[in-house]
C-alpha cells in the first residue's frame, strides 16, 4: 500500500508535519515526509528566537531551507509563529543599558520583525500563526497572559500583531493558535478575544487547535463544542500540533513516575488507536469547518514529549513508530 495519510485526507483537509532542517536531507525521515504529508510547519526554525537572534542579525538558512523543501516538493507551508512568549530573543524587550524598552519601541521592533519575515515567505507560507498562547490556563477571569508583550504594550499588541501580518502579506491566512482549547473556561476566553478581533474588523481568518492530547482527552464532545463554537464566526479551524501523549494527565508533572516505563505497551497502543480514530471521526464530520490537520512531529524515534514534561521520558505519541513504520493508529486513522 502506498497511499499516504495525504491520499486518504484529499477530499477533507491538508495533513501537515512539523518539522526541522535536518529531516530534509535526503533519507528515511524526507521519504516519509513526501509519502504521508502535503503540508509543513517548522517545528522551530521561524520562531522569533531561532530566526532573529539578534536586533540587525536574521539566521534564516533553517527556515530557508525548509521554504525551499515546501515549494520544491509542492507541500503547502504553516509559518508559526511570528509573536509568542517563549522562545524570544533576549535583545527583545531590552535597551543597551539592558533597560526594558517602551511601548513605542516594542511595537517598532515587532512590526519590521513581523514584516521582515512574512515578506520574505511571502508566496511559500499560505497560513501564519500570528499570535500563540496570548491566554493564560487556569480559572482566573484575565483574559491576557501576562507576557512582556501584555506588560509592556497592553491588550493591543494582539490586534496590532495582526493587522502588520495582514499588511506584510494580505494574501495570507493569519491564525491564532492555542492549546487546551477544550478546556471549557480557556476556550470561552479565546472565543472572547477572537470575536473582539473580528468585531474590531481585526483580520484574523482562523484558529489553531493545537491538538497537545492524551489517550484521555479530550472527549469527543468536548472537541466537537470547540470546532463549532470557533467556527461560528466564521473562522477557519485547523488542528495544528496534533499528538496523542501516552501518559495520563496525572503522570505530567515534571517527576518521573514508577509507573512510566518508557515502553509502548499493548494497552497504550491500542488505546491510542481507538483515540486517533475518534478524533479523526470527528474531524472528518467537521470536514466543512476543518482546513487542515498537522501532527507535531514525524515520528515517535523523536518527540518534543521526549523532554516534556519530564526531560528524557520517551513518549510515543504518533502514527510512526520509531522506525518509521505505521502503528495500530495510523490504520485506524485510515480506515473510513
Ligand atoms: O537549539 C537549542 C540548542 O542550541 C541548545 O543547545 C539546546 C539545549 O537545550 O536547546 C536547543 O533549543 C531547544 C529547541 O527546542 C530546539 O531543539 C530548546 O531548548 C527547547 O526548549 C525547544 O523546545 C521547543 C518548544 O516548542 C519551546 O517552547 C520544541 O522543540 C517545540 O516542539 C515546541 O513547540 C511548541 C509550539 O511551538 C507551540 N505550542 C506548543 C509546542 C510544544 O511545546
Known amino acids: 500500500d502506498t497511499k499516504g495519510l495525504k491520499d486518504y485526507y484529499k477530499d477533507y483537509f491538508s495533513i501537515g508535519v512539523a518539522v ?3 529531516m530534509l536531507d535526503a533519507g528515511a525521515e524526507a521519504d516519509l515526509i513526501l509519502t504521508q504529508f502535503n503540508s ?5 526554525a521561524m520562531k522569533m528566537g531561532p530566526i532573529h537572534p539578534e536586533e540587525n542579525r536574521y539566521n534564516w538558512e533553517p527556515a530557508d531551507k525548509i521554504a525551499e ?7 503547502k507551508l504553516r509559518g508559526h509563529t511570528l509573536c509568542w512568549h517563549n522562545q524570544t530573543p533576549n535583545w527583545l524587550f531590552t535597551d543597551a543599558e539592558g533597560k526594558q524598552v517602551s511601548k513605542e519601541v516594542l511595537l517598532a521592533r515587532l512590526k519590521k520583525h513581523i514584516f521582515e519575515v512574512v515578506n520574505r515567505y511571502k508566496g511559500a507560507i499560505y497560513a501564519w500563526d500570528v499570535v500563540n498562547e496570548a491566554v493564560p490556563d487556569g480559572n482566573g477571569t484575565e483574559i491576557y497572559r501576562k507576557s512582556k508583550f501584555y506588560e509592556i504594550i497592553g491588550e493591543e499588541y494582539i490586534e496590532l500583531a495582526f493587522r502588520y501580518a495582514h499588511e506584510a502579506d494580505p494574501n495570507a491566512q493569519l491564525f491564532y493558535n492555542d ?3 477544550e478546556d471549557k473556561v480557556k476556550r470561552e476566553k479565546i472565543y472572547q478575544l477572537v470575536k473582539g478581533l473580528l468585531d474590531k474588523g481585526v483580520p484574523i481568518h482562523g484558529v489553531g487547535l493545537q491538538g497537545h492530547w ?11 463544542e470547540s470546532i463549532t463554537k470557533f467556527a461560528s464566526l466564521g473562522l477557519k479551524v485547523q488542528i495544528t500540533e496534533l499528538d496523542v501523549s501516552v501518559y495520563p494527565k496525572e503522570h505530567t508533572s515534571r517527576e518521573r513516575k514508577d509507573t512510566d516505563k518508557a515502553e509502548f505497551t499493548p494497552e497504550m497502543n491500542n488505546k491510542q488507536a481507538a483515540h486517533y480514530k475518534m478524533l479523526f471521526e470527528i474531524f472528518r464530520k467537521h470536514k466543512d469547518k476543518i482546513s487542515g490537520v498537522t501532527f507535531w512531529n514525524l515520528s515517535d524515534r523523536y518527540s518534543w514529549l521526549d523532554n516534556f514534561p519530564v526531560r528524557g521520558r520517551k513518549d510515543f505519541p504518533l502514527l510512526f513508530d520509531q522506525n518509521h513504520q505505521p502503528k495500530k493508529a495510523f490504520w485506524e486513522v485510515v480506515k473510513f
Not at 492524551?214 to 466537537?224: F, N, V
Open 69 to 75: 523543501f515546501a515549494v520544491k516538493n509542492g507541500l
Open 214 to 224: 492524551s489517550l484521555y482527552e479530550p472527549t469527543a464532545q468536548e472537541l466537537e
Open 179 to 181: 492549546y487546551n482549547t
Open 40 to 44: 509543513m510547519t517548522a517545528e522551530n
Open 20 to 22: 526541522n532542517p535536518r
